[in-house]
């Protein structure tokens, strides 16, 4: 090959993303910058540019606009991942919120453990703002209710997916044994999403982790924080703190079927469950997903004491969730 024809081909650069399962081939020159490779996915994919995350494309996530390929010492041939939903398949925004940064309160803020005879429920002012949303806000069904199942509400930042973890690809943030606990857990119960986000953004890390897809389980529906509401609990040290909570009554109302008995809410706070304290079980924050994955088997005890529960208890009211992982030993032998 001639020096003319080789410094050409040097001069290019083939890049192959993946995005929604799917496989796309750019061929571009090194000068090209960040900024228009992102201009031809859009145009491609129909994701636009401030909905794009670019992952492994250069040493950090999202690299500057304005950088060249050529500054990020691609090789000829390089390969990464965009997460982002397309225009068509975003979930209607309920909240109609401008903002489209993902809303997720700083989880290594503060927590608290609500008594069980808490009184937060039963407060005037809240159940007015429970009446409220239960009025204003609509549901979106994905997935009919079956009939006899009882019901998982899940959070997903740091229950199940490490957001703001450094790792390249979404596999890697997702926490381990993920979709084992689907799956299992979808025999027993109806799976309900429920995270402190946006619909945008929690559509797009629910498609890229696979989970609206999968055909082993499904899911009924998300929601969002649009309903959530605020309220004010008393700190062990009797100091008023507000905060938002997931009030379980808004899916009883809408869907009777589910009770105070047949329900459980998995969350990494247990500041969600001030509302319903008897219904929550916390489990560990799954953070810095890089260090910690390899032994993080959170997900796999979980669904153990899950199926166990739906199938040998008739009324999740007698147990104390705190105890879970003790009632696991306890009960569910041969797990190590």
């Not at 081939?25 to 859009?42: A, H, I, K, N, Y």
């Not at 953070?287 to 796999?300: A, G, H, M, Q, Y």
């Amino acid at each position: 090959m001639g020096d003319a024809a080789q410094a050409g081909k040097d001069s290019q650069v083939k890049l192959k993303v993946k995005w929604n399962g799917k496989a796309i081939e750019l061929d571009v020159s090194r000068e090209t910058t960040v900024g228009e490779v992102r201009e031809r996915l859009q145009e491609l994919t129909e994701v636009q540019v401030k909905r794009q995350k670019l992952i492994g494309l250069g040493k950090k996530a999202n690299p500057p606009d304005d950088a060249t390929l050529d500054s990020l010492q691609l090789k000829s041939s390089h390969a990464f991942m965009m997460v982002g939903s397309a225009e068509s398949n975003i979930l209607p925004d309920a909240s109609a919120l401008g903002d489209e940064l993902p809303e997720v309160v700083n989880d290594l803020d503060w927590d608290f453990v609500p008594d069980e005879q808490t009184d937060v429920g039963r407060t005037p002012e809240n159940r007015k703002k429970l009446e409220e949303k239960v009025r204003t806000v609509d549901v979106r069904i994905i997935s009919e209710p079956r009939p006899g199942k009882k019901l998982l509400v899940l959070d997903l930042d740091y229950t199940l997916l490490d957001f703001k973890g450094t790792a390249e690809n979404m596999n890697e943030l997702k926490r381990p044994y993920c979709d084992e606990l689907l799956t299992a857990c979808y025999e027993h119960f109806d799976i309900v999403v429920w995270s402190q986000t946006s619909w945008r953004w929690l559509e797009m890390k629910l498609t890229e982790m696979g989970i609206l897809q999968n055909p082993a389980f499904k899911v009924a529906f998300v929601l969002d924080r649009t309903s959530m509401f605020s309220v004010q609990s008393r700190m062990s040290d009797g100091r008023l703190r507000t905060h938002e909570v997931k009030p379980l009554e808004f899916i009883w109302t809408k869907f009777p079927e589910y009770n105070a008995s047949n329900t459980v809410h998995i969350d990494d706070l247990s500041r969600n469950f001030a509302m319903n304290p008897k219904q929550g079980l916390r489990i560990s924050a799954f953070r810095e997903s890089v260090r910690v994955r390899k032994n993080d088997r959170e997900l796999f005890f979980l669904a153990h004491y899950l199926v166990h529960i739906a199938i040998n208890i008739p009324d999740f009211l007698t147990l104390k969730h705190s105890r879970w992982s003790e009632y696991v030993a306890e009960n569910v032998p041969g797990l190590t």
